[in-house]
């Protein structure tokens, strides 16, 4: 028996075709570094400038009001600011709202490390990245702490006491994991089969040189 969370609220049209898009080894299109995202206050920053200079981790989320997508960026949030410079790496997350829900989004997750947003999803479909979920098993996450019952009721919640009732993106969008640059160079491509498929935090982190974070049990830091 399929799992819930697998399963397309709306999904009685058929999933969209899987789109093709670049792979390991290979180079950002030009015209898909020239793309824009838009940072907090609504200015356009080309995607390709992010990680012009140095190595990035870029982390494309389904949309902001999904508990899956919230409790994985408030793991993201944990990765010290440290232990990044150390590799110089930059982490980066990539949601599709308007970009009015970035610093609403950050105050609740806790998350300070760079975050922009695609609100045509242009990026999401150069990559190549999934509509609609696949019926795979995923495992279990370990940043995933609601259950589906619990964690559909936040984010209803979220929803309905916000400014504006929308889902802060699709709902049929899926998103994935880049390491990419200097340039335009692609190291690692993941795509999202569905809203529990993402990379653990720390495998990512090993793959760019990055110690691994302690995310259960992890003492708070106090800075004086």
């Known amino acids: 028996m399929a799992a819930p969370v697998t399963q397309q609220v709306s999904g009685r049209a058929a999933p969209a075709p899987v789109l093709s898009g670049p792979e390991r080894g290979q180079s950002l299109a030009d015209a898909v570094a020239e793309l824009p995202v838009l940072d907090a206050s609504g200015k356009r920053v080309a995607f390709g400038a992010l ?15 999904c508990y899956i997508c919230k409790e ?8 010290p600011k440290s232990f990044l410079e150390e590799a110089n790496v930059t982490l980066i997350v990539i949601g599709q709202s308007s ?4 610093e609403p989004f950050c105050k609740l997750t ?12 242009e990026i999401y479909k150069r990559l190549g990245m999934k ?11 370990p940043h995933v702490k609601s259950n589906l019952l619990s964690g559909s009721i936040q984010s209803l919640w979220r929803a309905v006491t ?6 802060q993106g699709d709902p049929a969008q899926q998103g994935g994991t880049l390491i990419v640059g200097p340039g335009n160079n692609i190291h690692f ?5 569905n809203r529990l498929d993402h990379k653990p935090i720390n495998s990512v982190l ?19």
């Open 162 to 167: 916000g400014p504006l009732f929308d889902f």
């Open 99 to 102: 970009y009015h829900h970035i």
């Open 131 to 141: 509509r609609g979920e696949e019926i795979a098993s995923s495992g279990q996450s």
């Open 72 to 79: 994985y960026v408030e793991d993201l949030a944990k990765i």
């Open 206 to 224: 090993q793959l760019v040189g990055v110690q691994h974070v302690n995310f259960r049990n992890r003492p708070s830091v106090i800075h004086v």
């Open 189 to 193: 491509i993941h795509r999202d089969r």
């Open 110 to 121: 806790g998350y300070a490390h760079e975050i922009y947003v695609d609100p045509e999803r």
């Open 51 to 65: 990680f012009r200079e140095r190595q990035a981790v870029v982390v494309f989320v389904r949309h902001f009001l």
